[in-house]
């Protein structure tokens, strides 16, 4: 069991992981998810056991306009992917947490959780190491395990946004350690 770097390859077992477990009105098209890799190959990570994924998460780097256009839904996630900020040069970045997810249906779910949750910090951590000021990390959390993993890390529910006819709460931080 390793975590890893995501790769356009890993993308139709992500998507079929995403779509099997999220509502139908947050599923990402592939050639999104493609088009995101584009700009910013790093921001997917994937846990992978047996060459099987079996969860991921990802963070997008974004100016703090746009971020902040997300996080008030004012702006549809689907629609980031011109907006994703590449790691070539130090910045100041806003990270969107836009999914974590392992597959619920398997046995072995806890040790997946433990391990790709574990890989969070050292991923920011690495990202800090190459120079990227890290200003706030938020996200919009569609279910239950979703939230309790957003407190886990230490973030506090700032908001709520409406989206289909439901409401879902934006958590954010400055930091997670």
Same mark, same amino acid.
């Given at each position: 069991?390793?975590?890893?770097?995501?790769?356009?390859?890993?993308?139709?077992?992500? /998507?079929?992981?995403?779509?099997?477990?999220? *509502?139908?009105?947050?599923?990402? *098209?592939?050639? !999104?998810?493609?088009?995101?890799? =584009?700009?910013?190959?790093?921001?997917?990570?994937?846990?992978?056991?047996?060459?099987?994924?079996?969860?991921?998460? =990802?963070?997008?780097?974004?100016?703090?306009?746009?971020?902040?256009?997300?996080?008030?839904?004012? /702006?549809?996630?689907?629609?980031? =992917?011109? #907006?994703?900020?590449?790691?070539?040069?130090?910045?100041?970045? +806003? /990270?969107?947490?836009?999914?974590?997810?392992?597959?619920?249906?398997?046995?072995?779910? $806890?040790?997946?959780?433990?391990?790709?949750?574990?890989?969070?910090?050292? +991923?920011?951590?690495?990202?800090?190491?190459?120079? %990227?000021?890290? %200003?706030? &990390?938020?996200?919009?959390? &569609? $279910?239950?395990?979703?939230?309790?993993?957003?407190?886990?890390?230490? %973030?506090?529910?700032?908001?709520? !946004? #409406? #989206?289909?006819?439901?409401?879902?709460?934006? +958590?954010?931080?400055?930091?997670?350690?």
């Amino acid at each position: 069991m390793k975590v890893r770097k995501g790769l356009n390859s890993d993308i139709r077992e992500v /998507l079929q992981l995403e779509y099997r477990l999220y *509502p139908e009105q947050w599923h990402i *098209p592939e050639e !999104i998810i493609r088009k995101v890799l =584009a700009r910013n190959g790093e921001v997917i990570r994937v846990l992978e056991t047996n060459g099987v994924l079996k969860g991921h998460y =990802a963070f997008l780097p974004l100016e703090k306009d746009v971020y902040e256009k997300v996080l008030h839904g004012t /702006l549809d996630e689907k629609e980031l =992917a011109d #907006y994703i900020v590449d790691y070539k040069e130090p910045k100041d970045i +806003y /990270l969107y947490w836009t999914t974590v997810m392992v597959d619920t249906e398997d046995t072995n779910r $806890s040790q997946f959780s433990k391990c790709l949750l574990n890989d969070i910090p050292l +991923y920011l951590k690495s990202l800090q190491k190459r120079g %990227m000021n890290i %200003m706030e &990390i938020g996200g919009i959390f &569609i $279910s239950d395990n979703g939230v309790r993993v957003a407190q886990r890390f230490g %973030m506090l529910q700032t908001g709520t !946004i #409406y #989206y289909t006819g439901k409401s879902y709460p934006v +958590y954010r931080t400055d930091a997670i350690h």
